[in-house]
């Protein structure tokens, strides 16, 4: 059974730095696209940054500049690297693996809390 588990987050100071990871771990055959989505309280969930299975990535314009999303593809792992952390990008933060298994399906993250103090 396919498995998400992310780690990382926490709270940190505006300016500050953080890295979300999050590893994909069962019984598949191919991940293709991997990515990163945030909730903020009270909001709906939306697409933070992205990367194909060839390497492409997107990223909200908010966080372009700011965010950058790693894959390793042996390690079956995405990376989020936060920097220039500001308020507003406080949000339960999750991870997204389309991933073919006997199907094409996605899969989710449990989610992390990241909070941003001014």
Known sequence: QVQL??????????????RLSCAASGGFFRIN????????????????AGVTSGGDTN???SVKGRFTIFRDNPKNTVDLQMDSLKPEDTAVYYCKMTISTWSREDFWGQGTQVTVSS
């Open 5 to 18: 588990v992310e780690s990382g987050g926490g709270s940190v100071q505006a300016g500050g730095s953080l």
């Open 33 to 48: 696209e991997m990515g990163w989505y945030r909730q903020p309280t009270g909001k709906q969930r939306e697409l933070v």
């Open 59 to 61: 990223y909200a314009d």
